[in-house]
């Protein structure tokens, strides 16, 4: 429900309620996620990030949905830029705490589509296609007006995320490998009547075939252009990269920015 409270990990704030319901970061995907992703780790990977929502925070705070690990928060918390977090894993927020800086960013344990924080933020921002995590159109929706209740007039949301691969899908096929070898298969399936995609993974472990799957909500630009408006947000910018290459039709992913109207 919109407005529902989260809790909060900073100083002086403690959780206690037990619950472990890390979504699908638990601690299995947690150990390992820095090291999964070090490639987007890297300062050429994150700094244009930083540099841009550094740019748009200005002398405001900034709040992330989906803060993880810190890949993004840490090194903008660095810029001298409030930051605070909202995840559902504890396991992942585990792991940015334990970083150095971490107990600097402020982070509230809930569902980012509905959980409301404290404050008001000149910047919210879903990055790494994490919106694509909401499996339905109305949490997608939620989510934006979330965002734009935590905006300060003139406060802008940046969401990165892919536009939808279906170009790859010859008629009648649904699935698209990417990842084969010997030992581990991994590969998204799509559902154009629901926009349902999931990224399964096959590994042979001791010789048995080990399977999972994550599920997601694959989401059009011009969709989420019209979340925007339902949310009170307009459109202000869409490049195809942090470094802010124009967004084409040939562009595989987008940064899109919605500023929440002055006055
Ligand atoms: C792909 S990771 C991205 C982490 C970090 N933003 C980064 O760029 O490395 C997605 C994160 O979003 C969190 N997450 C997914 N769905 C969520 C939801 N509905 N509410 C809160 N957190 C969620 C996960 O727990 C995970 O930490």
Request: with cysteine; aromatic share 8%; hydrophobic share 40%.
């Given at each position: ?24 970061f ?36 900034a709040?992330?949905?989906?803060v ?13 830029v ?121 590994t ?14 694959y ?45």
């Open positions: 429900m919109p407005g529902q409270a989260g809790r909060e990990y900073g100083p002086g704030v403690t959780d206690d309620d037990g619950s472990t319901d890390d979504g699908y638990g601690e299995n995907i947690a150990a390992d996620y820095d090291d999964d992703t070090a490639d987007m780790s890297r300062p050429d990977a994150v700094d244009p990030a930083v540099d841009l929502l550094a740019g748009l925070a200005g002398d405001g705070a709040l992330e949905f989906g993880g690990t810190g890949r993004i928060a840490l090194p903008l918390a660095g810029r001298g409030p930051v605070h977090g909202i995840d559902l894993s504890r396991a992942m927020v585990k792991r940015l705490r334990a970083k150095p800086g971490g107990a600097a960013v402020g982070v509230t344990i809930g569902d980012f589509a509905t959980t409301r924080v404290t404050g008001e933020f000149a910047l919210a921002y879903l990055v790494f296609n994490t919106i694509n995590n909401l499996t339905t159109q109305d949490a997608q929706v939620d989510c934006f007006r979330n965002a734009a209740a935590h905006l300060r007039p003139g406060g802008c949301f940046v969401v990165e995320v892919g536009v939808p691969e279906l170009r790859r899908l010859p008629p009648g096929q649904g699935a698209v490998p990417f990842h084969i070898s010997d030992t581990h298969w991994a590969f998204d399936t799509y559902d154009p009547a629901t926009q349902a995609m999931s990224s399964h993974y096959v042979i472990v001791d010789g048995r075939a080990q399977h999972s799957s994550i599920p997601f909500r989401v059009w630009p011009a969709e989420l252009d019209l979340m925007a408006r339902l949310a009170g947000l307009r459109l202000r910018d869409r490049w195809e990269s942090w470094t802010r290459e124009p967004f084409t039709g040939e562009s595989r992913k987008h940064v899109s920015v919605w500023e929440k109207p002055a006055g």
